[in-house]
């Protein structure tokens, strides 16, 4: 194996329906019970006000491009609310799993991270799940930036909420949304108050250094038009991971010695967001804003494990370390957004620039320095990754209307993506390169994805309680990528480019039932798909992978929303069954991987969120998902239709990767009144992940005559605070029982043996017990 990414698609990395419908019956009887509590209800309501339970509780989402109540979106959506996310403090994606069912995170560094719903990974480089901020779909389009890997972890801090809408949703959010969206939805400036609110935190990790944080916001209204908010966040965790010093024999009989360090996993995340709102008379509205955000690691969240029990070597948390690693992940985010109010339509404009960098530096020492005659010197991967955006989409959206509410609009995007590689031979125990051995290999491809569509969507009331939602969107997508390398190692000086064009049509239809305000039912089949595009090709590479085909899913899924008019009990649940066809995989050609199609995968499954609330104060709440997602067939590359060799590994049957069969949270919260002025409140979640399927590898199944498994995991935390009015603090412990769950896993080399020293494989692991401390004070 040559060269090494982070699952990148232009090198090798050392990391590298019949249920569906069964289930309807008992939904819709559910439904009806509810919707009788429901009735039973509305006799008592009159008496009830307008402030009142009446509307406690009541959810607004922005899922369909307009505001609306959960209830009357026909499909499965999560929300979680900025104090739901505050209260758990919980600020990434690995935070606030356990409130979101059907939602999985494969990662072992910050920064570095890939989202998958509803099962529909294979592990590719190009991403399956959206992700958007307000209006700024962020992060790219293509298969030629590592999209996979670095999903937006935006810091949650002063955010309204964010929506996690499952399925396919190509008609109103575009490309690679083929599992859902993740949506961010921050807090708008505010005219009518002054607010400003701090926060800080601090934390201890088992066997680890302090953590420490810092957060603050601040609203200030300009006039009654006018006003500004701000919010700028700083986090500092500790390391857990020792560099043990071992010594290890590597494939060619040299002899290593790992470097003596404490703690080397540590990471900063920092960045802030500003957004000003002119509302000068109530059709017009302005909204500019602007986000930034910084990750940087130290080292992988990586172990060393027993590549057959994959559990935790040495009693604690190791790496080998010969060269240091390091990662910087940045965003950049602006956004303009214009509303104009016709009467009968609203207009939005909104124009969106983001940018995408990374770099990071990987540790080959141990599998290269000696293949390449280096030894005792060291070797390592510099990588930097850019991408750069802009996104312009104009939509027309009516007034409610009593027979038809609709939404007509364009979208238009350019990207712009970069990765240069380079292996760099450095003197044992330092990073000063050795200059005398020139170079040994660089690698660089540059991208542009460029694409124009058009969509519509409409909701069609037949009666009071009978709706349809039809959407329907059309897109053209050209993209070009150009590729140089120089060095011997990665076959001298080359330069080479590569274009493609396709158009693709998505569409949704959703029946919707309602059962009072309170209570629907509905049905959805909606497409979606991820761009395919030309390849970045190994020396010698044959020209019938010089470009990738788009992939598609289809998507069927029912499923009931219900609850009682004072909220006290409410349930979402859906069933579901998704045909993937001409599934993208990443496949090793030579010391190269590319982009390639193969058959098909499927998955069923069922989602489920109930929420109590029995008694004032007491909110208790049980989400679960059950996930079957499979391939179809054996993952063979396939070309103009010709089905040629397995260069993945995955069979007919096998599991698709990183998603558990079983999942469960449950959380609880209560919270009472000590006196007039002060309110206390306790809680806990959790979390149970049954064990998953790691990626596809050959290597391990010709060894092992089965996939490789991660094993089953439990996680519970536990929080308490006491608020004062204007100043609260909370006490926290994550990961109380210390479990030793993992969320990544390295692949085997070619000849099926483990690529760390000490005969490990390197697997992602969550954080160790942790028990922090955090204030906050308002006014």
């Known amino acids: ?104 995170l494969v990662q072992d560094t910050p920064g570095f ?64 949304s083929l599992g859902g969206v993740v ?23 088992k066997g680890g250094d302090i953590s420490y944080a810092g957060n603050a916001v601040i609203n200030v209204p300009l006039g009654d038009t006018l006003a500004f908010r701000a919010s700028g966040t700083y986090r500092k965790q500790g390391g857990f991971i020792d560099s043990i010093g071992s010594t290890s024999t590597d494939l060619f009989g040299s002899t290593f010695t790992s470097r003596q360090a404490e703690n080397i996993n540590g990471t900063k995340s920092y960045g802030g ?29 990586s172990v060393e494990s027993d590549p057959d029990t994959l559990e935790t070597l040495f009693g604690r948390p190791t790496q080998s370390l010969f060269v240091s690693p390091a990662s910087d992940v940045s965003y950049r985010v602006y956004n303009g957004v214009i509303d104009y109010d016709f009467g009968f339509a609203t207009l939005t404009s909104s124009s969106s620039y983001a940018t995408l960098e990374q770099q990071f530096r990987d540790d080959l020492s141990f599998n290269l320095s000696t293949a390449l005659g280096l030894f005792p010197d060291q070797i390592y991967l510099n990588q930097t990754t850019r991408a750069k955006k802009f996104t312009q989409e104009v939509r027309l959206a009516s007034s409610e209307s009593s027979f038809i509410d609709w939404i007509i609009g364009g979208y238009y995007t350019k990207e712009n993506g970069l990765i240069d590689q380079e292996f760099i031979p450095v003197t044992q125990g330092t990073l000063n390169r050795i200059t005398a051995l020139g170079t040994l290999a660089i690698a660089t491809l540059d991208s542009e994805y460029e694409e ?40 001298g000086l080359t330069s080479a480019s590569q274009n493609s064009s396709e158009n693709v049509f998505t569409y949704s239809v959703a029946p919707k039932f309602k059962f009072g305000d309170n209570a629907s039912v509905y049905a959805r089949v909606a497409k979606g798909f991820r761009p395919g595009g030309p390849n970045a090709l190994a020396p010698g ?17 029912l499923g009931v929303k219900a609850a009682t008019l004072d909220n006290s009990f409410s349930i979402e649940a859906a069933v579901y069954h998704i045909d993937w066809s001409n599934v993208q995989l990443i496949a090793a050609i030579g010391n190269f991987n590319v982009n390639t199609n193969g058959p098909g995968a499927e998955s069923d499954g069922l989602e489920f969120t109930a929420t109590a609330r029995p008694t004032p104060g007491l909110v208790l709440s049980v989400n679960g998902a059950y996930t079957d997602a499979r391939l179809t067939d054996d993952t063979v590359v396939v070309t103009n239709g010709v089905p040629g060799a397995n260069l993945v590994g995955g069979i007919k049957g096998d599991a698709l990767p990183f998603t558990p069969k079983y999942s469960i949270s449950v959380n609880g919260d209560y ?11 306790f809680g806990g979640s959790l979390r149970f992940l049954s064990k998953q399927s790691g990626a596809f590898d050959g290597a391990y199944r010709t060894a092992n005559g089965r996939q490789r498994e991660l094993p089953s995991y439990e996680v519970i935390d536990l929080r308490a605070g006491l608020d004062f009015g204007q100043f609260r603090v909370e006490g926290f412990v994550r990961n ?10 390295a692949s085997l080399n070619s000849n099926g043996l483990p690529v760390l020293p000490n005969g490990a494989i390197g697997t992602g692991i969550i954080r160790p017990r942790s028990i922090g401390l955090a204030l906050t004070a308002e006014y």
């Open 671 to 681: 919270e009472w009144s000590l006196s007039d002025s002060v309110t206390a409140s």
């Open 452 to 491: 124009i569509a058009g969509f519509a969507n409409a909701t069609v009331h037949l009666g009071d309680r009978f709706d349809i939602d039809l959407g329907g969107r059309y897109s053209h997508n050209n993209q070009n990528a150009l590729q140089g390398t120089d060095g011997p190692l990665a076959g």
């Open 273 to 301: 967001r500003a957004s000003l709102k002119f509302t000068p008379d109530d059709a017009l509205s302005v909204r500019l804003s602007a986000i930034f955000q910084n990750f940087e690691a130290d080292a992988p969240s």
């Open 113 to 176: 991270g890939r989202l998958v719903i509803r099962g529909v990974n294979t592990g590719g480089v190009a991403s399956t799940v959206a992700t958007y901020v307000d209006e700024t779909p962020f992060g790219s389009s293509s298969g030629l930036v590592n999209g996979a890997i670095l999903a937006g972890d935006f810091d949650t801090f002063d955010v309204a909420r964010v929506e996690v809408l499952r399925g396919p949703q190509g008609t109103l959010y575009g490309a690679s």
């Open 183 to 205: 949506k961010f939805v921050t807090n708008e400036p505010d005219t009518t108050q002054f607010v400003g609110r701090v926060r800080g935190s601090v934390e201890t990790v």
């Open 736 to 745: 109380l029982t210390n479990s030793d769950g993992k969320t990544s896993i």
């Open 541 to 557: 590479a044959p020209a019938s992978v010089q470009t990738f085909d788009s992939d598609t899913v289809l998507s069927y899924e």
């Open 1 to 104: 194996m040559l060269w090494g990414s982070k699952s990148s698609n232009f090198v090798n990395g050392r990391t590298a329906r019949a249920s569906a419908i069964r289930t309807a019956g008992m939904s819709t009887a559910l439904v009806a019970m509810l919707w009788s509590g429901a009735a039973w209800s509305q006799e008592q309501a009159d008496d009830v006000d307008e402030a009142g339970a009446r509307n406690s509780g009541i959810i607004i989402v922005t899922a369909q491009k307009r505001e609306q109540t959960l209830v009357d979106v026909p499909q499965s959506i999560s929300v979680v609310s900025g104090d739901a996310l505050e209260a758990q403090q919980a600020s990434s994606f690995q935070d606030y799993l356990n409130l979101v069912p059907g939602l999985q």
